[in-house]
């Protein structure tokens, strides 16, 4: 079958495309044939990085929707053919892959394959940090990356709680993709004065809620962002992970009783698996009767390389997914 292999860290030039042998699945999990994979932010840190565990070459990627193709022992819930949507560690990048049956759920025809594919990762995340913080009507948002696969499932889920929210975008087609997901306010952090606009849409107090996946030199300005008792979450860090000096002048020096806070989908997925279910039933549900909107674009798996190089040069909106 084929597959991406990482061949070592790098830029997009180590994704390769090769043939390697079909997975077997063992005991507790099935093969699925791939007919939708995200690509995640996450993929592109390990193809830079590598990650615990993982030596080169390996097969990339943590989301995949499809049907099930064989079935391991130990899996009386799931039989060839079923409409699935599956989450793991790594091996997305491929025809066929395996999954661990606890972290795979079965799909309606009310979904489709590149719909699902846009949901573990992303998705779960922006359901989880709405839900952990009880984000509700009059929560005032600010979201970093607003017009990404995050901040789209984010937009739409802060508006369908009744929460006033604020995207951060770099350009004007990527604020109006932000506005189209729910964001009642778009500002664009190469031209204006985030912290003073931001203040002018509160009336001066600043937001409840910071999002933030960038963090860097600049998460400084999510805490000046903040009204006094307001929290920062930080969930990402595409920019680099924050300074220590911008840590202590924004939050610890900051003296207005804020909170900081760091999101991980694994330690959900890790002590959590019981709510799952649930979240993917919210997000489904929501891409399908159009409340949530994210842009998705599918790109053929040969071209994960182009793909990747894409999302780092700032150049997509949504999500993109990979189609073998």
């Known amino acids: 079958m084929k ?15 090769v043939e390697v042998p079909e997975p077997v699945p063992l005991a507790g999990t099935l093969r699925i044939r791939n007919r939708a994979i995200g690509i995640n932010f996450h993929d592109i840190q390990t193809r830079r990085h590598g990650e615990a565990g993982l ?6 990627g943590t989301d995949f929707a499809g049907t099930v193709d064989a079935v391991g022992p130990e899996v009386p819930q799931f039989r060839a053919g ?3 949507l599956a989450l793991h560690l790594h091996g997305a990048y491929a025809e066929k892959s395996i999954a661990l049956a606890a972290l795979t759920v079965k799909l309606s025809d009310a979904i489709s394959f590149v719909q699902a594919a846009a949901c573990p990762v992303a998705g779960l995340t922006a359901y989880f940090l709405v839900d952990d913080l009880r984000v509700g009507r009059g929560t005032r948002v600010l979201v970093h990356a607003a017009a990404g696969s995050v901040g789209c ?9 009744g929460a006033t929210a604020i995207g951060l975008v770099s350009s004007p087609k990527k604020a109006e993709v932000a506005r189209a997901a729910g964001y009642a306010h778009t500002l664009d952090y190469r031209r204006e004065d985030v912290v003073a606009r931001v203040r002018e849409l509160t009336g001066g107090r600043g937001v409840d809620v910071v999002y ?8 400084v ?60 039933a919210a997000l489904f549900e929501g891409l399908a ?29 949504g999500k993109l997914v990979l189609v073998p």
């Open 3 to 17: 597959a991406i292999h990482v061949t070592g860290c790098g830029g997009p030039e180590v994704l390769k495309l």
């Open 55 to 60: 030596t080169p070459p390996f097969i990339p």
């Open 82 to 84: 079923d409409r699935v």
């Open 153 to 161: 499932f984010l937009g739409g889920l802060l508006r369908g709680r």
């Open 212 to 219: 933030d996946s960038v963090a860097g030199p600049q998460v």
């Open 221 to 280: 300005r999510s805490f000046e962002a903040c009204a006094p008792e307001g929290a920062v979450v930080l969930f990402g860090s595409a920019a680099g992970e924050p300074p220590l000096e911008a840590l202590v002048t924004g939050f610890l020096e900051s003296r207005r009783n804020l909170g900081l806070r760091t999101y991980f989908l694994g330690t959900t997925l890790q002590h959590r698996l019981a709510e799952i279910p649930k979240a993917y």
């Open 289 to 317: 009767g159009g409340v949530l909107r994210v842009p998705i674009e599918t790109v053929p798996l040969a071209e994960a390389a182009a793909a990747h190089g894409r999302i780092e040069r700032q150049e997509t909106v």
